[in-house]
């Protein structure tokens, strides 16, 4: 047998949608319960679109 030493890289981009409960808002993180975690996201991470007037 021949002997490969190939190193194989794998790259996803992708988005997961996940419905969750918000419990708390808390400065900058929001904690959101999915299942049954609740699981803290700094608001950074968000795109939020602010309305244009």
């Not at 194989?8 to 409960?21: F, P, Q």
Request: net charge positive; hydrophobic share 40%; no cysteine.
């Amino acid at each position: 047998m021949a002997n490969k030493s190939e190193s194989k890289k794998i790259s996803v981009n992708s988005t997961i949608s996940l419905k969750g409960i918000v419990k708390a808002i808390f400065n900058d993180t929001v904690h959101v319960q999915i299942g049954g975690k609740i699981i803290p996201i700094p608001a950074s991470d968000f795109l939020v679109e602010k309305p244009s007037k």
